[in-house]
């Protein structure tokens, strides 16, 4: 089945310091990924949408300029975190969708948990 | 290997009751989760079962046996509008989480 990565998996730093996560599809190319918050116990919240080779898609109350989302290839996304602090604290999950596969069908990362002290 | 089964395609009558079971092989667990996922849009949080038991929320019920690394999804009274994509998802002992590959339901009138 298809793998998406994350990378790191847990990451702790300072207030106002920038974190870059990483999303990877191992054995196919996404022509779209996704990057979610995810609340304790709660709801995956989307953040922005993804496209190789374009700007991301930011969702409404989402700061673009905070988020920087980059998808350099078919197999990476990044969301680096800039000037972090502690409300930025969450488990970040990554999405990607298959190109040529099922509409639709994403297939999700393990997940990043971050914690802004 | 970690890993998460659950069927890839159900499908059910209006008003009817469909179960839908996820069996997952983890190294640890720290709780189990489902989401829907309608086409094209993001997921949405159903349940979140971390002891063994029944939960119920409404017309759905989530069920977890942690010593048979077994969840099931039930929904009653079925409605079009629970035609979606269900993804179980299992946190491990590392608080990743582990996904199942989502199980299409169709409903028919």
Redesign the interface.
Known sequence: ?AVVSQHP??VICKSGTSVKIECRSLDFQATTM?W?RQFP??????MATSNEGSKATYEQGVEKDKFLINHASLTLSTLTVTSAHPEDSS?Y?CSAKASGRE?????????T?LTVL | GQNIDQPTEMTATEGAIVQINCTYQTSGFNGLFWYQQHAGEAPTFLSYNVLDGLEEKGRFSSFLSRSKGYSYLLLKELQMKDSASYLCAVMDSNYQLIWGAGTKLIIKP
Do not use: A, W
């Open positions: 089945g998996s847990r996704f979610y116990k709660k709801s995956l919240m989307l488990f999950i509409v639709d069908t994403q297939y999700f990362g393990p997940g948990r």
